[in-house]
């Protein structure tokens, strides 16, 4: 591994900086969100104790800012908040892209090899921002689907400046008259693959194609993935900074599935092969409802809150498929020294893994059923209802499995549970036939 050039550190340095940018955002965040959360918590704010002037104030400031940021946008079903932080992200990207210009007077060169740094600073982010275990989630109180959004606008990123970088060193060798020389140059080849697999990703992750074909989208994108780790780390080997980056996204890529696979096989292989030799396991409970609706039920040692959600693989209907499902079911555990509980999920036959699931439970409607379910999670941020003194629940038809849960709760908590602020609940479901959704939602 070669020594690099003193002259480059002022490029390493730019994305260092840019990466320490994006984690003092992410600090200050984090800071508002644990900072509500610890009042929230607090045993005089659910009481409804006396708040001070300070706060008071506040709340017309934050409700203000809600009505703002939270209605969505016409532009690709976004909210208004959201496209701030995309943004400001990407504002962030093309400053640090041209920043070195205004210390340095080779401007093509500099951008070219500042947006490839940038690019590569980008590639942790995309990657943390897609994994399903991430602090991120434990310290902005969102559950992983909600930085889906920023998922995609980091790796736009990441494509977009590796073009710049890619475009602006073809124009530096055609002035000079060398450019196929350069094209040919191994290291050159090794990073215009890595570019055509950034596109690929960029483009299979379309919404039409990820909706439409989900299971090859998610085979393409991960692929393309790990091959672009390749050949972007073979493209400039030489840099140890460089390589820290690539790996360090790979690295949270092999973490997050490592986390999911144990997970998995704890759950579902090591406990199954315990329990056989102390009692029977209980048979899953699959049945038909009204409107193609399917509802499962199994039992699994683990705890969720409301709204949560678990990804389920059912061997026999999908081979390797995994699939996230909402928990209609509250956490109760059965007796103190049993904590496995009853899961259950309610699932509305449209297309693909559900509707062949539907299918097969309608072709083998005649006989007992037993289904294997692996299950992976819970995932999902869990939202503190029972602080607030009105709470409005709203969805429409199988929307209801995220809802319920959490009306059952406040229930709960109200009855049962330590003394809860909440004393009006307005739930409003709406449906398509009365009756339809009726024992759907039993558990």
Known sequence: MGKVPPWLRLYQDNAKE????????????AFFHLSRSLICRQS???KGARIGTTTLLGIPVVAHLRRILLPVSPLLGLTIGQWVVILLYFGLVIWYSVKVVFARLTRTTDIALSSGYISIANMPIMIVLANKNTILTKLLGVSHDSLNYLHQASGIATA???????VLFSMIWLKFGSFQRFIMLPYVLYGVVGLILFIILCLSSISYIRHRCYEWFLGIHITAFVLSIVFVALHFCQDNVYLFYVFSGFALFVVDRAIRTSRAFYYNLLLRLHRTRKEKIPLDKVQLLPGSVVRMEFFKPMKWAPGQHVFLCMPGVA?????????????????????????????????????T???????????QQNLRVLVDGPYGAYHSMHNFETVVLIAGGTGAAFTIPILSDL???KLHGPSVTTNRV???????????????YQS
């Open 18 to 29: 840019f990466l320490l940018v994006i984690a003092y955002l992410v600090c200050i965040r």
């Open 411 to 413: 229930i709960r908590r």
């Open 426 to 440: 307005h739930f409003i479901w709406s449906i398509k036939k009365r009756g339809e959704f009726s024992s759907n």
């Open 357 to 367: 699931l539907y299918e097969h439970m309608l072709a083998n409607s005649g006989t």
């Open 44 to 46: 005089w704010f659910a």
């Open 319 to 355: 081979f390797g498929q995994w699939h996230p499902f909402t928990i209609t079911s509250t956490y109760e555990a059965i007796e103190d020294s049993t904590p496995e509980c009853s899961i259950v999920v309610v699932i509305q036959a449209q297309k693909g893994f559900t509707k």
């Open 160 to 166: 977009f400046t590796a073009t710049v970088h890619t």
